[in-house]
């Protein structure tokens, strides 16, 4: 079956840094395009950024310059590596594997002092 599982959020400062990574399986990981998105408390779901099979990337306006998403395709990885944090960034942040219903269980980011 197929599983998504997202690590790496937590508390950080503003203009701090985290790297969020979703270890997949159950797919054949280096055919997909993958996605991170990000949900803030009263808001709707938005895609931050995704990342293609040939490594074509895509960024949110909000986070270009700040945040980079890469994958490891030997180990079934994606990652988003969170720079220059900002209070606006908090939420929980979703692993997708693009056009399929399957989700990761999400994982919170908050930036505050």
């Known amino acids: 079956q197929v599983q998504l599982v997202e690590s790496g959020g937590g508390l950080v400062q503003p203009g701090g840094s985290l790297r ?3 270890v997949a399986s159950g797919i054949i ?26 490594f074509y990337t895509k ?3 909000s ?3 700040r945040f ?3 994958r490891d395709n030997a ?3 994606v990652s988003l590596q969170m720079d220059g944090l900002k209070p606006d960034d908090t ?4 692993c997708h594997r ?4 399957f989700w990761g269980q999400g994982t919170q980011v908050t930036v505050s002092s």
């Open 91 to 94: 939420g929980v942040y979703y």
């Open 63 to 65: 986070v270009k310059g």
């Open 68 to 70: 980079t998403i890469s």
């Open 59 to 61: 960024y949110t306006d």
């Open 75 to 77: 180990k079934n990885t």
């Open 29 to 54: 990981f280096s055919l997909n395009t993958m996605g991170w998105y990000r949900q803030a408390p009263g808001k709707e779901r938005e895609l931050v950024a995704l990342i293609t099979s040939n």
């Open 20 to 22: 969020l990574s979703c």
């Open 98 to 101: 693009e056009g399929t219903i």
